[in-house]
């Protein structure tokens, strides 16, 4: 029986993920998490950044700008090479998800506002103690372009595709009525 309740956003930079996570938890309704936070910790690790610099690095006016700690290379281009040269291969291609799994709260929605790879989702949803609901979101403007990030597909999650066209408060409300929705399938 699943105890878990995990809600995967997927979308390109820029569409709304965090603001729609973070929105969500402070209201109470769920807890954030993200599958590159061990990654970040990884990539920080590799590279014997701080923390504290390294929240400077990827704010998302600098994550396209070459830094000297990285070896003259940006924070995403840092990332990638710790995620796909490091990381997968001597953990598995699952190795982020599996982590973020491990943070997962039982009895409250889990929503994971990073997904952007069918392994991520394939390894929710591979625990049986886990519900899981994906919601893709677009937004004008908004692209996966010089990302390693793209919109997942899988065949067996329920999923739902929005459109962040309007006001914050919009997609909140939409993406909750899903949510409860897609919740009253399978506990009523």
């Known amino acids: ?43 920080r690790d590799h590279y014997s950044v701080t923390e504290a610099r390294w929240a400077e690095m990827i704010e998302r006016k600098n994550k396209e700008t070459p830094q000297p700690e990285l070896g003259g290379i940006t924070p995403r281009a840092a990332m990638i090479h710790v995620s796909e040269d490091i990381m997968k291969p001597q953990h598995g291609d699952d190795v982020f998800a599996a982590a973020t799994k491990e943070r997962l709260v039982d009895g409250n929605i889990n929503v994971i506002s990073d997904c952007g790879f069918d392994v991520e989702a394939a390894t929710m949803m591979a625990d049986p103690t886990v519900n899981v609901l994906l919601i893709r979101l677009s937004r004008k403007g908004c692209t996966f372009a010089n990302d390693s990030r793209d919109y997942v597909h899988p065949q067996t999650i329920p999923q739902i595709d929005l459109a962040n066209n309007g006001t914050p408060i919009e997609l909140v409300t939409t993406a909750m009525g899903w949510i409860e929705s897609w919740m009253g399938t399978w506990t009523s």
């Open 1 to 43: 029986m699943a105890t878990k309740v995990v809600v995967l956003l997927n979308g390109p930079p820029g569409s709304g993920k965090d603001m729609l996570a973070d929105e969500l938890a402070r209201r109470k309704y769920a807890h954030h998490h993200r599958f590159k936070e061990t990654l970040y910790a990884a990539t």
